[in-house]
């Protein structure tokens, strides 16, 4: 007889309380990000994972990239911020 893990023991309900939060977390930032009148006009995607705040897309430039930053670290309950915002125009030639 072959015996089954035993559903009552799976971490699911603690994972689901930290992708909760990641979920709240992002929502903020993304409206922080989207109401502020230096970053909203801009292509940013915010993702959180385990409280880590994690900023793509592209901005104008390094002040808007810098805000951004900014606007994802006052939000209470950030861990960290990884800004991996590219400015326009850096690594792209269209002629």
């Known amino acids: 007889m072959t015996s089954w893990p035993d559903p009552e023991h799976d971490n699911v309900p603690e994972h689901s309380h ?9 929502a903020l930032v993304a409206q922080r990000i989207s109401i502020d009148w230096t970053t909203r006009r801009q292509q940013i995607s915010v993702t959180v994972q385990n409280a880590v705040v994690i900023l793509t897309g592209m901005v104008s430039d390094p002040a808007t990239r810098k805000a951004a930053a900014e606007l994802a670290w006052d939000v209470p309950g950030v861990f960290d911020v990884c800004n991996a915002l590219t400015l326009h125009g850096r690594g792209h030639n269209h002629g």
């Not at 930290?18 to 992002?26: F, N």
């Open 18 to 26: 930290v992708l909760d939060e990641d979920l709240r977390l992002a």
